[in-house]
């Protein structure tokens, strides 16, 4: 009973989204997603939808807490570009004689700051060439989007943890063990801040001068595939989440993948998302080699 229920929820969901006229019932999400297709000239032409049971909690005799996931495929048409666009909400519903009467998706929680320490330190070692590989970089993405490489630690917060992966997927070098406020590495399940902290890697790569180091540029349409933006929610200068551009759309604008809520081939704004505020602010970065 609880399962259907859910998946009556689901397809309803679906419905808004594929609606051609607003519903005064539609989501802020829902509304968002689709103004922002609509400013792009794009137009979400299908939108399939899976959703998975992860746990249930019996509160009570009467009452059940059921955590959920909800796996979206969005075809996307823009002019003659046609495009998939997949994202994973994590959601929590409330029952009450098998009622629902709370259910939505779980808000992204900021990450926890860390000391000053995680600033970038004198560079002292010698250098250490490489040259990116923006295509491995970018089938890691593809291929991690939404799962998790047993080869590494898997956090709660974990976008900037998967981020970090794809770049040394693409060949950049780790570097700085065993010192957490040094380089960018992960080794002996431990790590450094700029490894795992979205603001730590947000300061690192513009600042780095050797190996993993990136240049900072004013319009995403810059931005090449395996490049990195990162994104302060509140608008407060503490960057909370970070993403790899994957793809592009019909008119150049960056697509990209991330983990914490898994999503490929999203629109980088991320305006649909639970964390947008008017306040967002972006930094983009484009990764430099030793070419």
């Keep these: 009973m609880i ?18 006229s607003q519903s005064d019932y539609e989501s802020d999400k829902v509304r968002r997603k689709k103004a922002s297709c609509e400013e792009r000239h794009a137009e979400i032409v299908k939108v399939d939808a899976t959703g998975k049971v992860l746990r249930i909690t019996q509160e009570s005799n009467e009452t059940q807490t059921i955590l959920y996931d909800v796996h979206y495929k969005y075809l996307i ?25 709370e259910d939505g998706e779980i808000q992204i929680q900021r990450e926890e700051s860390v000391e ?15 040259r990116y590989d923006r295509l491995s970089a970018v089938q890691y993405a593809e291929r991690w989007w939404n799962s998790y490489n047993p080869a590494f630690k898997k956090f709660e917060n974990d976008c900037t943890n998967y981020i970090s992966q794809c770049l040394h997927a693409g060949d950049a070098p780790m570097r700085g063990y065993p010192t957490k406020g040094k380089g960018w590495w992960m080794r002996n399940q431990n790590w450094s801040y700029s490894w795992t902290v979205a603001n730590s890697l947000r300061w690192y790569i513009p600042n780095s001068t050797i190996g993993l180091r990136g ?6 349409k810059e931005l090449k595939l395996g490049d990195v933006i990162c994104y302060d929610f509140e608008g407060d200068g ?11 759309d019909a008119a150049g604008e960056p697509l990209v993948n991330a983990h914490t809520f898994n999503s490929r081939m999203r629109y980088w704004k991320y305006e649909d998302s639970t964390a947008y505020t008017p306040n967002m602010k972006y930094r983009f970065f484009t990764i430099v080699d030793d070419r």
């Design 215 to 220: 240049r900072l540029v004013d319009d995403a």
């Design 238 to 248: 503490r960057f909370d989440h970070t993403t790899i551009v994957t793809g592009k």
């Design 77 to 101: 048409k823009q002019g003659a570009l046609l495009y998939l666009e997949e994202e994973v909400e994590n959601r929590r519903a409330v029952f009450y004689n098998d009622k629902m009467y």
């Design 116 to 130: 000053e320490e995680e600033g970038v330190t004198h560079e002292e070692e010698e250098r250490v060439t490489y």
């Design 3 to 20: 399962r259907k229920l859910l998946m009556e929820k689901v397809h309803h969901v679906i419905e808004e989204y594929t609606s051609r």
